[in-house]
T-cell receptor, first 118, second 114 residues
């Protein structure tokens, strides 16, 4: 069965602190995709990153970085020097291939609400 | 810019009425689109998979006669909430997988049933 676990329900930090959001996934497929999305109060999902199962390279994009570890089925997200504008709910998600090769729906974790205080 | 649009962005209706939500892929064709529902302070849950040219596939517990899905073309899927009730009030979001293996989400529709 596919499952995404975000154990941290809420995190509160002070501006400029580093923060890591945890994500653990379960899947039986060898080909899958992992995603992170940001959801501000407006509700619209903001795409942050997509990773396929064959690419274990960690990625850095500005203050954001991602650590993909297949051995522990984790895909953690770190924000360096957090800012108030980073306050939002962050979702980790998993997608597998459908029969026929097309991308399937996303299975979301419960989300982590990040509050960055000035 | 947005590659998946949704309309309307919010709607308020009376109990018992029907509401139609449109999801359009703007820059690519999508034979499949997904409809999700998100209740306040909860995660997104898949409701159904919309398939162009065939019937939608519904997740367990989602009433297909209540949530009508029509994939009218390769760029348009509609979700109609029939005989809406207050418990149907939620945030509805569609997504479409693009040929680049990226999933694009619409901006969502906030439905409030009075």
């Amino acid at each position: 069965a596919q499952k995404v676990t975000q154990a941290q329900t809420e995190i509160s930090v002070v501006e400029k602190e580093d923060v890591t959001l945890d994500c653990v996934y379960e899947t039986r497929d060898t080909t899958y995709y992992l995603f992170w999305y940001k959801q501000p109060p407006s509700g619209e999902l903001v795409f942050l990153i997509r990773r396929n199962s064959f690419d274990e390279q960690n990625e850095i994009s500005g203050r954001y970085s991602w650590n993909f570890q297949k051995s522990t089925s984790s895909f953690n997200f770190t924000i360096t020097a957090s800012q108030v504008v980073d306050s939002a709910v962050y979702f980790c998600a998993l997608s597998e291939r459908n029969y026929g090769g097309s991308q399937g729906n996303l299975i979301f974790g419960k989300g982590t609400k990040l509050s960055v205080k000035p | 810019g947005a590659v998946v649009s949704q309309h309307p962005s919010w709607v308020i209706c009376k109990s018992g009425t029907s509401v139609k939500i449109e999801c359009r892929s703007l820059d690519f064709q999508a034979t499949t689109m997904f409809w999700y529902r998100q209740f306040p302070k909860q995660s997104l849950m898949l409701m159904a998979t919309s398939n162009e040219g065939s019937k939608a596939t519904y997740e367990q517990g989602v009433e297909k006669d209540k949530f009508l899905i029509n994939h009218a073309s390769l760029t348009l899927s509609t979700l109609t909430v029939t005989s809406a009730h207050p418990e149907d009030s939620s945030f509805y979001i569609c997504s479409a997988p693009a040929p680049t293996d990226t999933q694009y989400f619409g901006p969502g529709t906030r439905l409030t049933v009075l």
